[in-house]
């Protein structure tokens, strides 16, 4: 069984900065072995890629919303990946999940966290 725990979201005004954090587990989840992502969903609206890295953290993707201003990351020693959001706007508020085993092209993978409420106000 694969978790993936999201922590870091809340309420930060416009300009403001979070830190996004995703600690996985599971008996036959490698973390190493897994490219992961951050994927978010505002009410009303379909669920869309945010960022994305590599199994060794050398390549990153990123939506074009959110090009220099999130920067994803990653630390194989501890099973946890990282979104820091800086420069935050009030469209980027949504449900952030994180995303595990993603497929060619930053198709979604199979292994879904619960879930963490990023709120901007203007």
């Known amino acids: 069984q694969v978790q993936l725990v999201e922590s870091g979201g809340g309420l930060v005004q416009a300009g403001g900065s979070l830190r996004l954090s995703c600690a996985a587990s599971?008996?036959?989840?490698?973390?190493?072995?897994?490219?992961m992502g951050w994927f978010r969903q505002a009410p009303g609206k379909e669920r869309e890629f945010v960022a994305a890295?590599?199994?060794?953290?050398?390549?990153?993707t990123y939506a074009d919303s959110v090009k220099g201003r999130f920067t994803i990351s990653r630390d194989n020693a501890k099973n946890t990946v990282y979104l820091q959001m800086n420069m935050l706007k009030p469209e980027d508020t949504a449900v952030y999940y994180c995303?595990?085993?993603?497929?060619?092209?930053?198709?979604?993978?199979?292994?879904w966290g619960q879930g963490t409420q990023v709120t901007v106000s203007s």
């Open positions: 599971g008996r036959t989840f490698t973390f190493s072995n897994y490219a």
């Open positions: 890295i590599s199994r060794s953290g050398r390549i990153t």
């Open positions: 995303n595990g085993d993603l497929g060619l092209g930053n198709r979604m993978g199979p292994y």
